[in-house]
């Protein structure tokens, strides 16, 4: 006879990284690609570890990131789990929306138009 195996639910099997999904990677994306177009951004990196997703970005290849974009589902009841950093790692915005998080860089590509 064949022993019985327990079958455990897609939802309770404990996640082993954090990723960011199709629509978030999209929106990161798509930011990315209008600083490139404007010459602001170079270079990104992703990085996913067991509590954070992260997407870095950069000015020119060997320095450090210019902002790190940051999913941490662990404080999604608290502060929020989206989370955008500054060149020297201070916290510029935090909120449990991506699109909230990602408005100050959005501002920068806004450009006054004079008549």
Avoid at 15 to 21: G, R, T, Y
Avoid at 28 to 53: K, N, T
Avoid at 86 to 105: D, F, I, N, Y
């Amino acid at each position: 006879m064949v022993p019985l195996v327990p079958v455990v639910p897609l939802a309770a099997r404990p996640v082993l990284q954090v990723a960011f999904d199709r629509l978030e990677l999209l929106r990161i994306l798509d930011l990315y690609g209008r600083m490139v177009a404007a010459g602001l951004w170079r270079d990104y990196a992703m990085d996913f570890g067991r509590e954070a997703a992260s997407f870095s970005v950069f000015r020119r290849t060997a320095e450090r990131p210019t902002a790190r974009i940051e999913k941490r589902p662990a404080l999604r009841g608290r502060q929020g789990m989206w989370a955008l950093y500054g060149e020297a790692g201070q916290v510029l915005k935090r909120g449990h929306e991506l699109a909230g998080v990602l408005s100050p860089l959005e501002r920068r590509l806004l450009k006054v138009v004079e008549d």
